[in-house]
């Protein structure tokens, strides 16, 4: 049952951010998690996420395209504002295409 209600914080967190979206997030040591990097990049600069979801999105053109794979990882992170930050970073095909963040303080 914590599962499920921690799923569900998590996917109310997330719409939650569509609004916000900045495009990256500086770490207080001055590295940035932003758009066109890497997954690896991200997990190297910020470490394992908090919590991870994948999903396979299969696209019919009619010309046999290939799926995107999505993930959406979930960080807690300190932010160069001070403070902790809640951070979502969506991946697609192993590349960044969006950084939300929102200070704890503010949510």
Known sequence: MGKLKFTVFIM???AAFAA??????RLP????IQEGKSKQEVIYLAGAPLY???ET?????????????REILTYRLPSSLGG???VIVTVENNTVVAVESKQESRM
């Open 57 to 69: 999105i299969a696209v019919d053109e009619g010309n046999g395209g290939t799926p995107i794979k």
């Open 20 to 25: 916000n979206a900045s495009g990256s997030f």
């Open 84 to 86: 902790m930050s809640l």
């Open 29 to 32: 040591n001055g590295k940035l």
């Open 52 to 54: 991870s979801e994948v």
């Open 12 to 14: 109310l967190l997330v």
